[in-house]
């Protein structure tokens, strides 16, 4: 039975985990667990029996660490056809035909731009070698597991689906206990451009035990009808006796069983801890619970997401507001800045317009003299490190778009496809394979239509060419045109019209409002009579600048009267303890998230500093820098007085939930940016070391994101970090800390598998009478974990041990 077929039919079962049963069976620390295919294939072999004796029925491959990145590490880099292909075979011939294969796809342990040093091409180049050999091989569907990245994931589906249209894809992040990956994707908005892109099966893996991931899977629900999956962990791990030990057992993680069912999940399985004996209980509990999977009834909504944020553009939500000021026309200052590969006025008015309630962000970087490819990845990439507001790519160049959408962390739309066949020939396809969604222009090789109904069947000519294409009909947003009506006096009839019919047909709509008053006085006010009768007439999104405040007004009020603002809410937060009769203007931004707030203290060059750093303003900070100079104060006052103070804004900020690890590390180069300029002046003014730190990733784990973070925010607080860099042995840490005299020593883990080097150190250190503090992090690493070893710190976060190890020095 095909693989999907079988999903509908019933809920299967997914095995258990590989890494934990390796190691018992002579996976020796450090030596690469898919290397085994090619010497130990008998151990992979016994494994995958012991799971299908359980009663699997999805075999998973022994290649979680498969791509070139993984295995270089292991000087196996030349080999990843070779061990894919050996591993397919080695779970095929276990599973025959009692159970399917699924290809394992990992992390490849970098993150993408801007926030890392790996651009998309080279992801989607390393994913889709790995994805060949596996479906060469004969895989039967790819399942990624454990990604923190959703612009990784993203990646690696799209190259997936470069290589196949059909084979089933499982797509699962990896959320921690406060509901968001590590870099702070909710679970909506990782559903959203999942699915987007290609995934047939969402879900989670990793990190949480059956309750946290059934929230995850709660949220997810809510935004796809996408069958569903969940492979939990078996609690978090703990040591006892110097074994790592994952405390649920296998009854416990049937407990959700359920409620999972009932929100439609239909593979279950289980990650870390989880052995042949939970997966016999997951089945047993599963045999007098099967039901035909009924997908959740879809409401003809277009979802949007970014890499931390999700919107909607439907009839059930708030019409969708489009922040239209990311544009060059008109705008001297903008023009040259673009032509001078500058972001300031970009980063500028995307604060500025999230902060006033847009939506989305429509971002236009077309002028005359620019590459403009490379312009639109530069303002994709300063946007996506600002706000969490998810994008509209505006531009008429195939290129443009493409640049945007590779840069792009989530699902974007497209602005815009026409009903011309070279423009559907041209946007459709990048539609398709980016997983975006298309502002539809009704116009065509004949022009604008006069009439309504014109406008009409160009949307639905539209609506069928995206069909053929593979793109949903929910993900078309069709702009019915908005002439000005001092030239076209029936143009506010024909659009509103246009807008009732498009409507009618099931497909969400926008409008240019500002359009309608081009070459009138007062262009504000019939503007934004022109939005309110458009609202009413079933308009769900609208380019608009909401830095107007009749436009807003018109907006808020049309919300209450259209029962799109349950009790007047955002209405009364915008405008409450204002006069009767007084000036329309918002006395808040209502509903506005996700924004860098602008004000800090101290004022003059000290408060712009520290401002530049909370803004991640890294084109800019030198000159502020030199301002400073020239003003007297010293490199010492610029770092703790200035740059210092806005880094301990951007920490407060990452604790209370407002910023996430993109907007952090944004932060830090900006940091990074000043220092180097700083660094000129060191025989002058002196930058003093605040303490001394050893930092290594502990043998056998070639994990070492984390780790890196750590050092770049380390390193900008004022601390001399000495980094060893991963799979580090014992030994070695020990003379590095004698030898540099170090004031602390950090270790960082991410596999079970390696906890226990972390309590190998620490009783080194100390048995060799080195002073040192020690300090212990990374995903599976708990306080209960950093105690029991002797450990003196434990940090869950970056921003957090950066802050406790100032605390503990200064002590």
Not at 220 to 233: C, D, F, G, H, K
Not at 430 to 450: F, N, R, S
Not at 533 to 558: C, D, F, Q
Request: glycine content about 10%; hydrophobic content about 45%; overall charge negative.
């Amino acid at each position: 039975m095909p693989f999907m077929q079988a999903v509908k039919e019933r809920v299967l079962v997914l095995d258990g985990a590989m890494g934990t049963m390796l190691q018992e069976r002579g996976l020796k620390p450090g030596q690469s667990p898919e290397e085994m295919n090619l010497t130990a294939a008998d151990v992979v072999a016994g494994v995958h029996q012991a799971y299908l004796d359980a009663g699997a029925d999805i075999i998973v491959t022994n290649t979680f660490g498969g791509t070139k990145a993984k295995l270089e590490h292991y000087g196996l880099g030349d080999q990843v056809a070779r061990i894919n292909a050996e591993a397919v075979r080695i779970a095929r011939e276990v599973a025959g035909e009692k159970a399917y294969v699924a290809g394992s796809i990992g992390p490849t342990g970098r993150f993408l731009e801007p926030v890392g040093d790996m651009s998309f091409d080279e992801a989607v180049s390393l994913f889709r070698e790995q994805a060949q050999a596996l479906v060469d091989a004969g895989c039967d569907l790819i399942s990624f597991e454990t990604f923190l990245d959703i612009k990784e994931i993203r990646a690696g589906v799209i190259a997936v689906r470069e290589i196949s249209k059909e084979i089933p894809v499982i797509a699962m992040l990896t959320f921690e206990e406060k509901g968001r990956s590590v870099l702070g994707t909710p679970p909506e908005a990782a559903a959203i451009t999942l699915e987007a892109v290609g995934a047939t099966i969402v879900g989670s893996n990793c990190g949480l035990g059956p309750e946290g991931i059934y929230q995850i899977l709660s949220g997810m629900r809510e935004v796809t009808a996408l069958p569903l999956i969940s492979q939990a962990n078996a609690g978090l791990p703990i040591l006892k006796d110097g074994v790592t030990i994952f405390p649920a057992t296998p009854d416990e993680m049937t407990s959700y069983h359920d409620r999972l069912i009932e929100l439609g999940v239909r593979i279950i399985g289980g990650c870390c801890g989880t052995t042949p004996a939970h997966i016999a209980a997951i089945k047993k509990a599963l045999a007098a619970k099967q039901t035909p999977f009924v997908p959740k009834k879809e409401d003809g909504t277009t979802w949007l997401s970014s890499r931390g944020s999700f919107a909607a553009v439907g009839s059930a939500h708030p019409v969708a507001l489009i922040g239209e000021r990311i544009n060059p026309t008109g705008k001297k200052l903008y023009s040259q800045e673009l032509r001078e590969g500058k972001v300031s006025y970009i980063r500028r008015e995307a604060l500025e317009q999230t902060g006033l309630g847009a939506t989305l962000l429509d971002v236009n970087v077309g002028t005359p003299g620019i590459d403009e490819p490379a312009a639109m990845e530069r303002a994709v990439f300063c946007i996506t490190g600002a706000v969490q507001t998810p994008l509209v790519l505006d531009s008429s160049s195939p290129a443009a778009l493409e640049a945007g959408l590779k840069a792009a962390d989530g699902k974007v739309l497209i602005n815009s496809v026409n009903g011309e066949e070279k423009s559907l020939a041209a946007v459709l396809p990048l539609a398709k394979k980016y997983g975006a969604a298309l502002v539809c222009l009704t116009l065509d090789e004949a022009g604008i239509p006069a009439e309504a109904a014109g406008r009409v069947a160009v949307a639905e000519k539209i609506a069928a060419a995206a069909k053929a294409a593979g793109v949903k009909r929910s993900d078309l947003v069709v702009d019915c045109l908005t002439l000005t009506v001092s030239a076209e006096p029936k143009g506010a009839l024909v659009a509103l019209e246009a807008v009732r019919q498009v409507s009618a047909l099931g497909l969400n709509t926008t409008l240019g409002v500002s359009n309608i008053s081009f070459g009138l006085p007062c262009r504000p006010l019939i503007s934004s009579t022109f939005f309110s009768l458009a609202m009413a007439a079933g308009l769900t999104s609208a380019i608009v600048n909401v830095k107007e405040a009749p436009m807003m007004a018109a907006w808020r009020s049309s919300m209450v009267l259209l029962e799109k603002d349950v009790n007047a809410a955002c209405y009364i937060e915008a405008y409450k303890g204002q006069a009767v009769g007084a000036t329309v203007e918002p006395a808040a931004a209502a509903g506005a998230t996700g924004t860098r707030v602008a004000a800090v203290e101290p004022e003059g060059v000290r408060g712009r500093l520290a401002k530049a750093v909370i803004n991640g303003e890294a084109d800019n900070v030198v000159a502020l820098v030199e301002e400073a100079l020239a003003e007297g104060l010293t490199p010492m006052q610029i770092s703790s007085e200035a740059l210092l103070v806005g880094l301990d804004e951007v920490g407060k900020r990452f604790g209370s939930g407002e910023f996430f690890l993109p907007q952090v590390m944004v932060s830090a180069d900006t940091m990074k940016t000043a220092f180097a300029r700083l660094k000129m002046e060191l025989s002058t003014g002196g930058l003093q070391s605040i303490g001394k730190i050893l930092m290594a990733t502990v043998e056998g784990d070639i994990h070492d994101i984390g780790k890196n973070i750590l050092v770049t925010l380390l390193e900008n607080n004022g601390f001399e970090v000495i980094d060893l860099g991963k799979n580090v042995p014992a030994d070695r840490i020990l003379y590095e800390a004698r030898a540099h005299q170090v004031d602390a020593v950090g270790l960082s883990a991410l596999m079970t598998t390696t906890m226990a080097q972390m309590d190998k150190v620490v009783k080194l250190l100390k048995a060799e009478g080195v002073k040192s503090f020690t300090m212990v992090g990374g995903a599976v690493v708990t306080q209960e974990y950093a105690d029991e070893i002797g450990a003196d710190l434990y940090a869950k976060d970056a921003m957090e041990a950066v802050a406790r190890i100032k605390k503990l020095l200064a002590k």
